[in-house]
């Protein structure tokens, strides 16, 4: 880019190689015929100059002549009386001299005019000879600027083409890119768009269910008689049949509600109310709905302050709470095993059950603020490794409630259980028979 200032407005401006070479050109060729004609103007005047000066140089040496000769004759006139033969002769003679004086004079006139003529034709031929070399000179630069100017758009115009197939190619990696995502998104998610989210979390937990939950029960709920069902119900017993754990399960998918996009939290009541007409301990929703959320996508996310024990998952966590549930109720399952025994009897178990069910109170409190810190140090660990102080103190306090609790389910005895109750006392001490040791 050049900068130009205006020699009336004082203003500057600026152009690019192209105007900035177009404007050099006009003033060049301005410029260059204005100087062609002053030299051509200049050498007229000098050959008129010379030839004035010749011509005035001419006449003066004629008048010079012309005057001698005059008084040549006037002389000779006056010698006529002295002879008029020697008179004609003298004539003669002194008119041969001057004619041939004359003629010597018209010759070098003559002379001087041609070489005045040839000085002048010499003159102007090297002027035009000058004036043609500058010509070709100017030219040859005027082509020369054109052929770098020529040169510089297509410099300019190769840059552009090479900048537009940098950007194109870039946009078609990014293009493919996506593309490729987008492929690598159907086909992670086919199971559970394409065969929608029931099919592939029933086929998920088919494929462990030989090994990890050999006795458990994992189907589709289909009694719809209160008017609402679940989609699935996991239920787990033992050995004796007394039951570990319950879930009702209920899938949703993002596919299911295309015209509106609803929230998970749409789904929490119609869930507890399934839960708690099936006879599930659990409800969880096991959801692709709100797929930007944070929270539903950190774990497992405990909803309990909403709905008693429920819980929304990503379909990756969906065997991992299963897991954990089932471990929580393991812990329970001695005294659900004797509970049952007790009801089989049919006996008096008001405050037996109390006492069972504040134990279930506190180990659930427990296994719930443990289950909270344990997902709270896996999220910790998922952020980063500085986290790693946080998670320690998580993982420790997790490990003192699960501790706690531990111990309350080891220190209960029969005697705690049955204190104040006569008739649990009586009943046990018929089967422990009158030789079993007193606690």
Known sequence: MHEIVCP???????????????????????????????????????????????????????????????????????????????????????????????????????????????????????????????????????????????????????????LKDKYETQLKDRDEAIERLRDMKARLSTKMVGETLEQHCENTFNQIRATAFPKAYFEKDNDARSGSKGDYIFREADDAGVELVSIMFEMKNEADATATKKRNEDFFKELDKDRREKGCEYAVLVSLLEPESELYNSGIVDVSHRYPKMYVVRPQSFITVISLLRNAAQGAMVYKTELALVREQSVDVTNFENELDSFKAAFGKNYDLASRRFQLAIDEIDKSIDHLQKTKEALLGSERNLRLANDKAQDVTIKKLTRGNPTMAGKFAELQGPDAPQE
Not at 26 to 34: G, L
Not at 88 to 103: I, P
Not at 110 to 120: D, F, G, M, R, Y
């Open 8 to 162: 009336h407005c004082g203003k500057a401006f600026t152009i690019d190689e192209a105007g900035y070479a177009d404007i050099v050109s006009q003033v060049r060729n301005k410029e260059f015929d204005a100087a062609l004609q002053e030299r051509l103007q200049i050498a007229e005047n000098e050959k008129r100059s010379a030839v004035e000066l010749a011509e005035a140089n001419l006449a003066a040496e004629q008048q010079k002549a012309a005057a001698a000769k005059d008084a040549e004759i006037q002389e000779l006139k006056s010698k006529l009386g002295a002879g008029e033969s020697t008179q004609k002769l003298a004539v003669a003679e002194a008119l041969g001299a001057v004619e041939k004086e004359r003629d010597a004079l018209a010759n070098q006139l003559e002379q001087a005019k041609q070489a005045e003529k040839a000085s002048a034709e010499l003159a102007a031929a090297k002027l035009a000879n000058e004036l043609q070399e500058a010509k070709a000179k100017t030219s040859s630069e005027l082509q020369e600027l054109k052929s770098g100017l020529e040169r510089a758009q297509f410099e300019k115009q190769l840059a552009e083409t090479s």
